[in-house]
Structures are given as structure tokens and as C-alpha cells.
């Protein structure tokens, strides 16, 4: 008779522990699309009750989310030339593209307008190209920045001299869309005037419509 006693006991005292939650991937991550027939809808709001306006199919893989509601229920993805948000149970996460502090994500993307200029992430080099002038390729010589943030700041060097890339969690914008990216970046060569604009981690042509 005392067997099932001490098993309710330790069940009842069990139930009163509280395990830590499992931390969440640091954004902009990328996911796939699981646990779906047929599609995952995109909302106009991060409610079920919001317009579709777009979806991700039951194979989707290397979706970018950029941000979380509060709740931490949605997330929110790029549908086209704008933003949009789906349910978190839907979507796998492909692995936390920031948990090392001294490393950048393969797929990392910046540019910017006014002018119009982009730098991407290739291996150990940097590719600067941009509007009126000749594409660089900058070997990088250091990367700095915490474990489990997206703040990064990366000086890479060619023969024509140095370069340094800020970049920072942040809302950003690329000024020509309503499409939402979860970092934002600073570019600095010589004694230019710094550029500014936004960055990704989606790989070019992914299901986000990047």
C-alpha cells in the first residue's frame, strides 16, 4: 500500500518543478516548413483571423525569419515585395546561424540604396560591388561580435585598402519594398561616407521570394 503513495508524491513534486523552456534560435534564422498538408499560410497579422496574403509550401526549406511577435507565436517572413507572418509550430528551425561568436552566417547578404550598393559573404572573402563602381573582393582578416546575437563587425582588406561592416539586430527596410529584414548594416571604406542598409541570411531564390 505505500508503493503507490510515494509514487503520487513524487509525481505531485515533479509537477511542481519548473524546467527551463528551450532557447530559442537567435534571429534572423532560417526554418522549414513542417507538420502541413498541403501549404503554410502567410498572414497579414500575426492572428489566424488575419488576410492570407501568401503561402509557403509543405517542402519549404531555408524560409528567413526575421522577428517574433510578443507572444512568440509567429513568426515573420518575406511573401513577395512585402512582409507577412505564419505560426512557429509550423516551422523547423535548420540550426542557429549566430551561435558561434566569430562567425558569419555562409548566406550573408548586405546592401543598400542611395546609392545602390551590396556585399556579400563568400568562404573567407567579402564580394563589394555596387553602382559606378568595379566589384572587390576583400579577403576578411576578423570577425567580432557575442554568441547567440547577430551583432557582428567585420574588417576585410584587398590591395586597395580596408573595409569594415557593421551589423546589428535591428527593424530594417530596404526603402523600395514592404519586405522586413531583421538586421541592420553600416559600411565603411576609407574616407567615403558610410553606407547604410539592411541585410539578410535568406539564400538568393529561397521560398521567402528574396
Keep these: 500500500m505505500r508503493r503507490p503513495l510515494i509514487t503520487i508524491a513524487l509525481t505531485g513534486a515533479l509537477a511542481g518543478l519548473a524546467f527551463p523552456a528551450a532557447a530559442e534560435d537567435s534571429l534572423p534564422g532560417l526554418y522549414r516548413v513542417t507538420g502541413v498538408e498541403t501549404k503554410l499560410n502567410i498572414r497579414a497579422e500575426p492572428d489566424i483571423g488575419a488576410p492570407v496574403i501568401g503561402a509557403l509550401g509543405r517542402d519549404a526549406a531555408d524560409v528567413e525569419v526575421v522577428a517574433r511577435d ?6 515573420q517572413v518575406n ?3 512585402r512582409a507577412g507572418w505564419v505560426s512557429l509550430d509550423y516551422l523547423r528551425s535548420e540550426g542557429d ?6 562567425e558569419l552566417p555562409p548566406t550573408l547578404r548586405c546592401f543598400g540604396t542611395e546609392p545602390f550598393w551590396e556585399i556579400r559573404h563568400e568562404g573567407d ?7 559606378d563602381t568595379e566589384e572587390r573582393t576583400l579577403t576578411i582578416d576578423r570577425v567580432t561580435g557575442a554568441a547567440g546575437s547577430g551583432s557582428r563587425v567585420v574588417v576585410a582588406r584587398d590591395k586597395e585598402g580596408a573595409v569594415t561592416l557593421g551589423i546589428a539586430p535591428e527593424q530594417c527596410g530596404d526603402g523600395m519594398s514592404d519586405r522586413a ?3 541592420g548594416a553600416r559600411l565603411s571604406e576609407g574616407d567615403a561616407p558610410a553606407l547604410t542598409g539592411c541585410c539578410s ?3 538568393r531564390g529561397d521560398a521567402s521570394g528574396q
Design 201 to 203: 541570411v535568406a539564400p
Design 79 to 81: 511573401a513577395g515585395e
Design 125 to 131: 572573402r567579402l564580394i563589394r560591388s555596387g553602382m
Design 181 to 183: 529584414f531583421g538586421l
Design 70 to 75: 510578443p507572444g512568440g507565436a509567429w513568426g
Design 97 to 102: 546561424l549566430w551561435a558561434e561568436g566569430g
